[in-house]
């Protein structure tokens, strides 16, 4: 007769052999893991394949190399002459003398070119949109093989810009990485590492003494400093972030690399209000405003799979309205500076639909429910001076984008001034 103690463990074994095969089944049906940058490399193949066409294999292979990387010094630290010296000793040149330096020119036959070619705009796609003087001046302008609008030589060709800022970065040919930034004399930090086309924007903002500037998105703080460190004497400068984490490296930005006490002597002001109401908190207030809007972040979106990658299962509906929320910001910004006064809009994406789309859709937007009218402003100058050291894509209609290339791999950044009217 068996024992209890016998029928007990033979029951336990068929009940760990069905748990077994149970959980064989499970696994044998659960599919792997979708990597949030997979998603988005696939949703880049699919999209950006009809945008570039052959061109988008090497704009790929750019995308998912190591970038490249630029010290903005600061000028605010003990000695910046001997921080720029010592750059300089690494092999690093200046951004506004080093043009003719960091990159031969480029033959004309070249899909995309280094030189600023301003694609010409086609009379029915103007229209369908806005009249011809609200997109790049006129709609129908011709622009010579050489990027220089005919009959209009003396503001298209290759001149300093008004407002100079204090950037250093390698040549073509050199891939170094800067080493790490050292407190000076004073304890704050010598140079800002950012990609050396995150100065565009700032560059185009066409800053003038005495102005009031709004960075409407100025999270994580690059561009606010860079602003910050421009040629210019300001009235003052609102960084407004919205994201807690972002206003949180925002603060560490500027006290990492601005004395104690410099900010309010300089008119920073740094706010956490939401962007899409500074339209009707403050309206007519400012000279300048930056939005440097929320974006899918093309390069981070391939290289980081965490939360912060906008193509992660839970920031699905994020992503779905992101377009909404760039069109409320820039249509905020063109409610809140003065009229006369400029707007610059700018993502780290090639999208379309988030650069131009975006564009056409907040001005159209600004107009139906605050008439307020907006013109393109033209940007051509600042892309001609820079054309032998970023690669600016051909097809922009407004606005001028910055493609990744190697192996001078920056960007993506896109970047379009908008003048108010009313």
């Known amino acids: 007769m068996e024992t209890v103690q016998g029928l007990l463990s033979r029951r336990y074994a068929r009940l760990a052999l069905h748990q077994v095969r149970y959980k064989k089944t499970i696994y044998r049906n659960r599919k792997p893991p979708t ?20 061109r988008w294999s090497s704009i790929r292979l750019a995308l ?20 720029c010296a010592d750059l300089e000793a690494l092999g690093a040149v200046d951004v506004m003398d080093g043009q003719q330096a960091l990159r031969p020119a480029r033959r004309a036959k070249r899909g995309v070119r280094g030189a600023a070619h301003i694609a010409t705009v086609q009379p029915e796609t103007v229209e369908d949109s806005y009249d011809d003087d609200n997109v790049q001046g006129h709609g129908t302008r011709e622009i010579s093989q050489t990027g220089v609008e005919n009959g209009r030589d003396e503001e298209t060709s290759p001149s300093l810009p008004v407002a100079a800022t204090n950037l250093r970065l390698y040549s073509m040919a050199d891939t170094s990485r800067f080493p790490p930034a050292q407190p000076d004399a004073d304890g704050i930090l010598t140079y800002y590492a950012m990609d050396a086309s995150s100065v565009l924007p700032v560059l185009a903002l066409n800053l003038n003494p005495g102005d009031i500037v709004l960075d409407m998105c100025a999270g994580p703080g690059g561009k606010t400093l860079t602003i910050l460190n421009m040629s210019v004497s300001l009235s003052g400068i609102i960084a407004n972030e919205p994201k807690s984490s972002r206003l949180k490296r925002l603060n560490q930005v500027l006290r990492l690399y601005l004395q104690r006490g410099l900010s ?41 799979d965490e939360k912060t990658n906008i193509f992660h299962v839970a920031r699905a509906r994020e992503r779905t309205e992101l377009t909404d929320l760039q069109v409320k910001l820039l249509s905020s910004a063109l409610a809140a500076v003065r009229p006369g006064g400029e707007v610059v809009y700018s993502t780290c994406t090639m999208s379309q639909m988030q650069n131009e789309g975006v564009v056409y859709m907040a001005m159209e937007h600004a ?32 606005g001028a984008l910055v493609l990744p290339s190697l192996p001078n791999n920056w960007g993506p950044m896109y970047f379009c001034r908008l003048r108010r009217i009313n």
Request: contains cysteine; charged residues 20%; aromatic residues 12%.
């Open 264 to 304: 309010v002597q300089k008119g920073v002001k740094v706010t956490s209000f939401d962007g899409c109401r500074w339209g009707k908190v403050s309206p007519n207030s400012f000279d300048r405003v930056l939005v440097d809007v929320p974006c899918t972040t093309d390069r981070h979106s391939l290289t980081h």
């Open 367 to 398: 107009n139906q429910n605050s008439n307020i009218l907006a013109e393109v402003a033209d940007v051509s100058g600042l892309v001609q001076f820079f054309r032998n050291t970023f690669t600016f894509s051909e097809g922009c209609r407004i």
């Open 64 to 83: 998912l190399s190591e970038p490249k990387h630029a010290a903005l010094v600061n000028n605010f630290g003990h000695d910046p002459e001997a921080v």
């Open 35 to 54: 990597w949030a940058s997979q998603v988005a490399l696939d949703m880049f193949d699919q999209y950006y394949t009809r945008q570039f066409g052959t």
